[in-house]
């Protein structure tokens, strides 16, 4: 069998199973399958596959089928400018938290090394594309998921942004060293209640711990606002991704703990997002 006869059969299986780009992610998965590029996959799809390349290969294609996401098959999403490392543990960074990494440069085009805090770092897709950005930054990073810290080092390598970053192994609440100019988090938001009828991919795959904001969805949320008016130094800017139904209670959140509200963004869906304000 050749490259393109086992991509076709493979795009066929995702296709029965109501899988929304078939032919795209298989594709994908023959490059993962193969160890090349998608190039590659098009340039030679005359050619032969190997047995345990195709074994491969219709493995993955088994797991698509059931609703694996694409990045947890390949261990990578792209973000921003660069490749990321994700893992089963990791939240898949979305395009709709590039919506903090643009805002963030617009407020620091004329800041030099300021120091930046990330509570629930994940992959570190916020705090690395922005230690990439702004060469002079330093960063610091929070996670309660040991492998969670792991592959944002990794990821922090790959960036070539290792030096300028510590990690810490924290739950919000306990974490208490340094004062920064500026704090970023995607915490989970999400209602618990909910939680299970998000799409199938993320409802069954990603990991609960960076998507459930508990009964009311504020829980984590809560913890984070409360954290950062304690870390944060005074005039220092603190960037946060909500819920779509969350702008106006979060504002209501952040004025408790002595924020000034400079605004709030929609992200691609036209969706309230992100919220951007300063410690007064
Ligand atoms: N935006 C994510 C989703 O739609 C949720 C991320 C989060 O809870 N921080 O699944």
């Known amino acids: 069998m050749n490259i393109n006869s086992a991509i076709i059969n493979g795009a066929k299986v995702l296709k029965d199973n109501s899988i929304s780009n078939p032919f795209l992610d298989s594709e994908i998965l023959m490059a993962k399958a193969i160890d090349k590029d998608r190039k590659y996959v098009l340039l030679n ?33 792209f973000f921003w400018n660069s490749e990321f490392l994700v893992s089963n543990d990791t939240l898949i ?49 929070i996670d309660i998921s040991k492998s969670c810290l792991n592959i944002s080092k990794l990821n922090a390598i790959k960036l070539k942004v290792g030096s300028k970053l510590k990690l810490y192994k924290s739950n919000v609440d306990k974490f208490t060293l340094g004062k920064y100019d500026l704090i970023v988090s995607n915490p989970p938001y999400i209602k618990k209640k ?66 000034y509200i400079n605004s709030a963004y929609k992200d691609l869906a036209n969706n309230d997002r992100c919220i951007v304000c300063t410690k007064i």
């Not at 005359?46 to 996401?69: A, C, E, T």
């Not at 990330?118 to 002079?136: A, D, N, Q, V, Y």
Request: net charge positive; with cysteine.
């Open 45 to 77: 799809s005359k050619r032969p596959i190997d047995i345990d390349d195709l074994n491969i290969f219709q493995k993955l294609i088994k797991k698509r089928s059931l609703g694996k996401p694409i990045a947890y098959l390949t261990n990578k999403k």
């Open 93 to 141: 960074p979305r395009p709709d938290t590039e919506l903090i990494i643009e805002k963030v440069l617009e407020l620091t085009c004329h800041k030099k090394n300021i120091s930046i805090l990330e509570i629930g770092i994940g992959t570190g897709c916020i705090l690395l594309s922005i230690l990439k950005e702004r060469k002079t930054f330093y960063g610091t990073g």
């Open 194 to 259: 909910i939680l299970k009828y998000l799409e199938k991919d993320v409802a069954k795959f990603e990991p609960k711990l960076a998507l459930d904001g508990g009964l009311d969805g504020l829980s984590a949320i809560r913890k984070v606002i409360k954290k950062s008016s304690e870390l944060i130094k005074k005039n220092g800017k603190f960037v946060l991704e909500i819920g779509f139904d969350q702008k106006n209670i979060v504002i209501s959140l952040l004025k408790k703990e002595g924020f």
